[in-house]
T-cell receptor, first 112, second 111 residues
């Protein structure tokens, strides 16, 4: 049982490049979330999903897209990376009916 | 819009001392979470507080929730160096478990 995993762990992009971050969970959780963490601001919700095939916007969705084609995977895409998207990205998941969110190890993204 | 504010943002303590971190939030909620984060690491769940008056303790840390005052506290008793970390509170808006986080409190415990 690996819990919540994120791929990659580190990435450096040039402005305008695109990439996809993968979040995978093996706990059969319904809810999945993408957060970003910037210094002094805590974590902010980007997008979330309440089940396979569904996604919704969070607090800071601009510049990101997401997909949840399989229940266990939640993908976060950056179509045209900007320096303002330099951040640490955390994925989390939660089972329906529970209050505990399980966080992945994070992906550190730098956009130059 | 739900806002969550922590204070202090920086806390330098001596070992053996007691202190409290405060978490204020702006809307009614009876679900509050405390997390710990070590540098370069992910978030570790410390406490989940689910009702008014809830109190939970683990070792030298005790968390409480007052939903009427929209306030949670994290009390540190007899601090030790191993407690040095960043502590976050987060509030669940009861809509699909979306969390709104405070800014975090960077705690440093000195000998």
């Amino acid at each position: 049982n690996a819990g919540v995993t994120q791929t990659p762990k580190f990435r450096v992009l040039k402005t305008g490049q695109s990439m996809t971050l993968l979040c995978a969970q093996d706990m059969n959780h319904e809810y999945m979330y993408w957060y970003r963490q910037d210094p002094g601001m805590g974590l902010r919700l980007i997008h979330y999903s309440v089940g396979e095939g569904t996604t919704a916007k969070g607090e800071v969705p601009d510049g990101y897209n997401v997909s949840r084609l399989k229940k266990q995977n939640f993908l976060l895409g950056l179509e045209s990376a900007a320096p303002s998207q330099t951040s640490v990205y955390f994925c989390a998941s939660r089972v329906l009916g529970s209050y505990e969110q399980y966080f992945g190890p994070g992906t550190r993204l730098t956009v130059t | 819009e739900l806002k969550v504010e922590q204070n202090p943002l920086f806390l330098s303590m001596q070992e053996g001392k007691n202190y409290t971190i405060y978490c204020n939030y702006s809307t009614t909620s009876d679900r509050l979470y405390w997390y710990r984060q070590d540098p370069g690491k992910s978030l570790e769940s410390l406490f989940v507080l689910l009702s008014n008056g809830a109190v939970k303790q683990e070792g030298r840390l005790m968390a409480s929730l007052d939903t009427k005052a929209r306030l949670s506290t994290l009390h540190i008793t007899a601090a030790v160096h191993d407690l040095s970390a960043t502590y976050f509170c987060a509030v669940d808006d009861a809509s699909y478990g979306k969390l709104t986080f405070g800014q975090g409190t960077i705690l440093t415990v000195h000998p």
